[in-house]
């Protein structure tokens, strides 16, 4: 167990639609990077938030945006969702940004866009 | 920037063999190194890391890494199989630009009985 928790932990939408994925992160823990892995992939970087500020994001349009609250939960939410977006989302938490510090992963939520 | 290859996307070993699964990086600056693991239909955790301390890593459920920065490799390895230990599993490296995870595109390790 690593403390870490998201929900939904699995979700149907059709294309077009708009999704919202929460994470809750450990006590302390002022850092929170979500990452998206599609079937048989590594996890991708999508975007990365410290103390309610996004200050990293990867190869990812606008459509995908997050947001993080002051009680170390945070969002995911994707617009105009495409079929491509059907993944597992994982959100993962660390206290303090450190680099190199061990970030603590959640179980997933696994999309599927039809 | 990093980067991290697996070598091979299926290994199968059979139960009590060694286990090897490798991993080369690449980084122009000292890596921070990770090998996580994944369950069916789980989340990741964290096997064992890398931060330049020692060259011999040992990580949990009887695993260990090691760091040979002339070969630029950092191979998972286990002495003896179980069972349990089929699961995908992942090598990866912090980007030292942004701090973000790089992964590698995962070994599925497969257990013969």
């Known amino acids: 167990e690593t403390g870490v928790t998201q929900s939904p932990t699995h979700l149907i939408k059709t294309r077009g639609q708009q999704v919202t994925l929460r994470c809750s992160s450990q006590?302390?823990?002022?850092?929170v990077s979500w990452y998206q892995q599609a079937l048989g992939q590594g996890p991708q970087f999508i975007f990365q938030?410290?103390?309610?500020?996004?200050?990293g994001r990867g190869n990812f349009p606008p459509r995908f945006s997050g947001l993080q609250f002051p009680n170390y939960s945070s969002e995911l939410n994707v617009n105009a969702l495409e079929l491509d977006d059907s993944a597992l989302y994982l959100c993962a938490s660390r206290v303090s940004g450190t680099r190199g510090e061990t970030q603590y992963f959640g179980p997933g939520t696994r999309l599927l866009v039809l | 920037a990093q980067s991290v290859t697996q070598l091979g996307s299926h290994v199968s070993v059979s139960e009590g063999a060694l286990v090897l699964l490798r991993c080369n990086y690449s980084s122009s600056v000292p890596p921070y190194l990770f090998w996580y693991v994944q369950y069916p239909n789980q989340g990741l955790q964290l096997l064992l890391k890398y931060t330049s301390a020692a060259t011999l890593v040992k990580g949990i459920n009887g695993f260990e890494a090691e760091f040979k920065k002339s070969e630029t490799s950092f191979h998972l390895t286990k002495p003896s199989a179980h069972m349990s230990d089929a699961a995908e599993y992942f090598c990866a490296v912090i980007s030292n630009r942004d701090d973000k995870i790089i992964f590698g595109k995962g070994t599925r390790l497969h257990i013969l009985p």
């Open positions: 938030y410290y103390r309610e500020e996004e200050n």
């Open positions: 006590s302390g823990h002022n850092t």
